[in-house]
C-alpha cells in the first residue's frame, strides 16, 4: 500500500515561492507517474503537475509553465513540487498523487493514490 503525506504549504504574498514535499512510503513501480493536482474553493480538481518516475519526463498545466518545477528524490522517496512566482490564482489544497502510469493531467485527480492535501494561499 502506498501512502502519500504533503508538506510545505503556507501563506506567501504574489511572487513568492513556496516548495512542497510528499513523502512517499510503499512500493513505486517504475512505470508509475507522480504529480500534483489542486484544488481551488468552488472550482473543479486540476491537475498541475507530473513526472514520469522512470526517465524523469515532466508534464505540466499551462498556466503553471515556467513557474512550478516537479522532481524527485527516488534516494528519499520523495516528490517535490517548486512553485515560483506565484500568483493568488495558485490559492488551493494541493494533493500529491501517484498514478500506474502517466495517463494524462486531467486524470491525475483520480490517480490510484491520493495524499491528504496541503493548503497554499496566495496574497495579492
Known amino acids: 500500500q502506498v501512502q502519500l503525506v504533503e508538506s510545505g504549504g503556507g501563506s506567501v504574498q504574489a511572487g513568492g515561492s513556496l516548495r512542497l514535499s510528499c513523502a512517499v512510503s510503499?512500493?513505486?513501480?517504475?512505470?508509475?507517474?507522480m504529480g500534483w493536482f489542486r484544488q481551488a474553493p468552488g472550482k473543479e480538481r486540476e491537475g498541475v503537475a507530473a513526472?514520469?518516475?522512470?526517465?524523469?519526463?515532466?508534464f505540466y498545466v499551462d498556466s503553471v509553465k515556467g513557474r512550478f518545477t516537479v522532481s524527485q528524490d527516488k534516494a528519499k522517496n520523495t516528490l517535490f513540487l517548486q512553485m515560483n512566482s506565484l500568483k493568488a490564482e495558485d490559492t488551493a489544497m494541493y494533493y500529491c498523487?501517484?498514478?500506474?502510469?502517466?495517463?494524462?493531467?486531467?486524470?491525475?485527480?483520480?490517480?490510484?493514490?491520493r495524499g491528504q492535501g496541503t493548503q497554499v494561499t496566495v496574497s495579492s
Open positions: 498523487a501517484a498514478s500506474t502510469g502517466c495517463y494524462g493531467l486531467n486524470l491525475l485527480s483520480r490517480a490510484k493514490y
Open positions: 513526472i514520469a518516475v522512470d526517465g524523469g519526463r515532466t
Open positions: 510503499g512500493y513505486i513501480y517504475a512505470t508509475y507517474c
